[in-house]
């Protein structure tokens, strides 16, 4: 056996998908059922399909979420309805939970590769004096980029691979289009951008001392609790990847995910 798999095999990864049932923009979405499964689901069983997750669960904060996860076999712990973010809910879920390395992964991702998930958990198998990961990916339009509903990330050795002594590590998340091409009068050549991509891995400790701290200025005006990282100081790795896709905010947003994934049954 590889000695990289060795290694692996002796870390706990745990991945936690946080579910608030009272969304603002699509209330009660984590249930949304007209693919014959509970949206939750769809993601949870692509959680499931990650080689180095060693557990999954489901982090809820309604019992309707509960019964729904006991209907297709997850392990779901009601939290408190009192956190402010996913994350917070996710810290009081597996604070008794003997695990290495924690991902958060978004209820509202039925479309997230597997193999996504590995690569941000990968990050901090692979660099031990880490405390943080996320991933990001390049931008296909201007439009895009200019959308302020989707999180830019300027990161260092952007357009560089990175080594054991350069690693990828974020300096500044928002919703403006960074960095700005004064130039070009806003946005210049779109490979010079990235995306954000949802998603987070923490080493379990450093995620309950961060969920402690308080939020801080930017974070407020942005509404990125990254940026309470960022504030205080920690390095946030950042994994690049090929393909993302949207999370499930909108009534709009499912009908178009649902009718994706029945033309995809259909071909099957």
Known sequence: M??????????KVLVCIPARYGSTRFAGKVLARETGKFLIQHTWEKACGAKLADRVIIAADDEKVI??????????ILTSTEHQSGTDRIAEAVKNIDCDIVVNLQADEPEIEPENI???AKLLLENPN???ATLAAEFETAEQIANPNIV???VTNHGLRATSHGLIKAIY????????????????????????????????????KFTALEQTPLEKIEKLE????????FGI?????????????TPQQYAEFVKKYKKGQKQK
């Open 2 to 11: 590889p000695i990289g798999q060795r290694f692996y095999k002796k870390v």
């Open 67 to 76: 019964t729904a996860a006991k209907s297709f076999g997850a392990k779901c």
């Open 118 to 120: 590995d690569k941000v």
């Open 130 to 132: 880490e405390q943080m």
């Open 152 to 154: 830019k990330v300027v």
């Open 173 to 208: 998340f928002s919703r403006s289009v960074i960095p700005y091409n004064r130039d070009k009068a806003g946005i210049g050549d779109i490979s010079q951008y990235l995306r954000h991509v949802g998603i987070y891995a923490y080493r379990k400790d450093f995620l309950l």
């Open 226 to 233: 990254q940026l309470r990282a960022v504030e205080n100081g």
């Open 237 to 249: 790795l950042v994994g690049k990847i090929k393909h993302t896709c949207d999370g499930i905010d």
